[in-house]
C-alpha cells in the first residue's frame, strides 16, 4: 500500500463524491467508511500532517531527558498554551498536539470561562483522547422525552446497536460482560485486570450497593488483537501510560493507526492539510451543498474543493462555527439554520467531583505496568427511584494505588533512611470520581464574535456556557455518595470534593457536545435521526455537535457509531442516485 502521505494534495478541480471536514476519531471514520462503500472522498484539515511513528516526538522519551524534567516553559505555556495547559494530556512530550491559544482564540463572558480543549494536525483528538469507550443505552436516549429537557432522540439503542458492534470489531475494545441494561455489552476483547485491593473493595461493593457494580472500564486498547488489527501493524496494549504521546504499536485506536490507513487501502482518499474551511458553499438553486471554501493556513490563499455530499466532522464547536459561518440569503443566520437551534443547546459532562479515602493492609501487594483504564461504575442514580432534588445521573471512575516515591518524598527525613524510604511504596488510597450528565439548555450557546478574528481573518467563536442549578445538585450529590461509599467499604480519613469554578469549568471534560442537534421536528433541529440537515439533504454533521443529550457515558464510541450509520445511509442514497 502506497504511505498515507502520497495521498496529499492542495488544488483540485476535481468534483469528489464526498468531503469530510476534520480528521479526528468522526472523519477518520467517515473517511474509512465512504472510502470503502465506493466514494471518491476528500478529507480536509486546518492542521498539519502527522504521520503514524515518525511523528511521535515525545514517545519513549524519558522526562528526566527533557529541559524541564518533561514540563512545558511556564512563559511558554501562558503565551501559546494558557487554555490547554489546564489538560491532563498536555506536557513537553504532547503540546505539538494541542491547538496554539494564542494563534485561535475565542471569547466568553466575564465570569463565565469555557476551556476548549483542542488538537490542531491530521488524527486531531484522536491521538490525544480518554479512549474510555462505553454504549449508551435506551435510558440515554429516551432520557429527554421522560422528562421534557431537550428534544426527543430520533433514534434509539436498536437504531445503533449493529453499528456499535461494527466500530467495536475495528477499533478493539476491551471489556468485561456484564449484561447491565444502563451499559449494554459489546464485542470485547480481555478486560484489563483488578489489583488486589479493588478485587477486594468490588466485592464488597457488589454485595453492599447493589444493583449497582464496579466493573473495569471499557477502553480501546488491544489485548487479543484480531487478524484485521495485526494486518494493520497493531499490537497488544504496553501498558506504558504514554498514550497521550502518539503509540508506535498502535495499541490504541487512533485515526492514524487505524481508519486512515483503512481509508487509503483504497486508493479512493484523498486528503488536504493545512486546509482552514471558512464556510460550506451552498447552491440556493438546487438546495445543495456543493463544496467548501478553505484558507491555506500557511499562504493564506483561498480555493475550493467540490462534491456531491459534505460530511462535517470538524469537532462539535468547529462545525457549528463553519455553519454560522456559512451564510446566504436563503440562511442568513447559518447554513441549513431555518429552526434557528444552531449553535444552542451546548452541553459537557459534570467532572470535578467525588471522595478519596485511605485503604489498610494488603502492604505485600502492588502492581505492574500502568494500565490505561480504571474500575468504573456505571449509572446507578436516578435509574429506577428518582431523587428529589435533580434529573440523570453519573457514573463513578475509580481505582487504587500506593503512594510513590514523589509522595513519600514530602514526609519529614534526611539522610540514609529518608533515601532507603523512598524507593519504599507507601499506603494505599482509593478514590470514586463522578461525571454526570448535563441538561441540555438554550442559553448554553455559541455564536460568531462580531468583530474579533484571528490570525487568519476567521470570525473568533463566542462561548456562553454555565452550569445550571440541576448540575450543582448532582455535583454535591456525587461527592456526598462517593464519600459515604469510601466509609461503608471501610476506607480511612475519607475526604470529599467539589472543585470551584475556575478549576474545572465547562469544557475541561472535553467532551463538548450539542450545537446541532439531532431530533424529529425539523422546526425544533438541526438534522435528522441519520444526522442529515433537514434544510440541506446532502449535508452530514457525524461528531458531536449532533448530540441532543449527553448521557453520562463518554461519547466517543456514540459519534463513531453515528458516524458509521451515517455514512451507509450516504452510500445507500448513492447507489440509489439520490445525492
Not at 519513549?60 to 498554551?81: F, I, T
Not at 444526522?531 to 457525524?542: A, E, I
Request: aromatic fraction near 10%.
Amino acid at each position: 500500500m502506497k504511505p498515507v502521505s502520497s495521498f496529499y494534495i492542495k488544488k483540485s478541480a476535481e468534483v469528489f463524491d464526498a468531503i469530510v471536514v476534520g480528521s479526528g476519531i468522526t472523519g477518520g471514520w467517515a473517511a474509512k467508511e465512504l472510502c470503502e462503500k465506493g466514494l471518491k472522498t476528500l478529507m480536509v484539515e486546518r492542521g498539519r500532517p502527522v504521520e503514524h511513528q515518525k511523528d511521535y516526538i515525545g514517545e519513549g522519551v524519558d522526562s528526566w531527558k527533557m529541559p524541564n524534567r518533561g514540563k512545558v516553559d511556564s512563559k511558554l505555556a501562558e503565551e501559546q498554551y494558557a487554555v490547554q495547559k489546564q489538560c491532563y494530556a498536555f506536557d513537553d512530550h504532547t503540546k505539538h498536539f494541542f491547538n496554539n491559544d494564542r494563534d485561535m482564540p475565542y471569547s466568553t463572558p466575564e465570569g463565565r470561562p469555557f476551556s476548549w480543549i483542542r488538537g490542531n494536525q491530521l488524527g486531531g483528538r484522536s491521538l490525544t483522547w480518554g479512549r474510555q469507550t462505553y454504549r449508551w443505552s435506551d435510558l440515554d436516549f429516551g432520557a429527554n422525552l421522560k422528562d421534557g429537557h431537550g428534544v426527543d432522540w430520533p433514534i434509539r439503542y436498536a437504531d445503533l446497536a449493529p453499528w456499535y458492534s461494527h466500530v467495536e470489531r475495528h477499533v478493539g475494545v476491551s471489556g468485561s460482560r456484564e449484561n447491565l441494561a444502563v451499559l449494554p455489552d459489546g464485542e470485547f476483547q480481555p478486560a484489563f485486570e483488578f489489583n488486589q485491593v479493588e478485587l477486594a473493595l468490588k466485592a464488597k461493593f457488589d454485595a453492599r450497593f447493589a444493583p449497582a457494580r464496579m466493573i473495569m472500564g471499557r477502553c480501546a486498547h488491544l489485548t487479543a488483537p484480531s487478524a484485521a488489527q495485526s494486518a494493520q501493524g497493531r499490537a497488544n496494549c504496553q501498558a506504558r501510560h504514554q498514550c497521550q504521546r502518539g503509540c508506535s504499536f498502535g495499541a490504541y485506536f487512533s485515526t492514524q493507526s487505524s481508519t486512515l490507513p483503512a481509508a487509503a487501502k483504497t486508493g479512493r482518499l484523498r486528503i488536504a492539510t493545512h486546509a482552514i474551511v471558512h464556510s460550506v458553499l451552498y447552491d440556493a438553486s438546487t438546495n445543495r451543498a456543493t463544496g467548501v471554501r478553505v484558507i491555506d493556513s500557511e499562504t493564506l490563499e483561498t480555493r475550493d474543493y467540490h462534491a456531491r455530499v459534505v460530511v462535517l466532522c470538524a469537532s462539535a464547536l468547529a462545525s457549528t462555527a463553519i455553519l454560522l459561518n456559512s451564510t446566504s440569503p436563503a440562511f442568513p443566520t447559518g447554513l441549513g439554520n431555518s429552526s434557528g437551534v444552531l449553535g444552542h443547546y451546548l452541553m459537557d459532562h459534570l467532572f470535578g467531583a467525588g471522595a478519596v479515602g485511605k485503604i489498610d493492609g494488603f502492604e505485600q501487594d502492588y502492581y505492574r505496568g500502568k494500565r490505561p483504564t480504571n474500575p468504573y461504575v456505571p449509572r446507578f442514580r436516578n435509574v429506577h427511584d428518582q431523587h428529589p432534588e435533580f434529573l440523570r445521573g453519573y457514573a463513578l471512575s475509580s481505582g487504587a494505588v500506593r503512594a510513590d516515591w514523589a509522595e513519600q518524598g514530602k514526609s519529614p527525613g534526611f539522610g540514609t533512611d529518608f533515601k532507603a524510604r523512598l524507593v519504599q511504596p507507601g499506603g494505599w488510597r482509593f478514590g470514586l470520581y463522578g461525571q454526570g450528565e448535563m441538561l441540555p439548555r438554550y442559553e448554553n450557546m455559541v455564536s460568531l464574535h462580531p468583530t474579533r478574528t484571528d490570525k487568519w481573518g476567521m470570525p473568533q467563536l463566542h462561548i456562553d456556557c454555565r452550569y445550571s442549578d440541576n448540575d450543582r445538585k448532582m455535583l454535591k450529590d456525587i461527592a456526598a455518595t462517593a464519600a459515604d461509599m469510601l466509609e461503608q467499604l471501610g476506607a480511612r480519613q475519607v475526604t470529599s470534593y467539589v472543585a470551584p469554578l475556575e478549576a474545572w469549568p465547562p469544557g475541561l471534560s472535553i467532551h463538548e457536545m450539542g450545537t446541532a442537534r439531532m431530533g424529529r421536528d425539523p422546526r425544533t433541529s438541526f438534522l435528522n435521526g441519520y444526522n442529515r440537515s433537514h434544510d440541506v439533504p446532502n449535508l452530514f454533521v457525524t461528531d458531536g455537535a449532533a448530540m441532543a443529550s449527553s448521557a453520562c457515558q463518554n461519547p466517543s464510541l456514540t459519534y463513531m457509531a453515528m458516524t458509521a450509520r451515517a455514512c451507509d445511509h450516504i452510500a445507500s442514497r448513492f447507489k440509489r442516485r439520490e445525492l
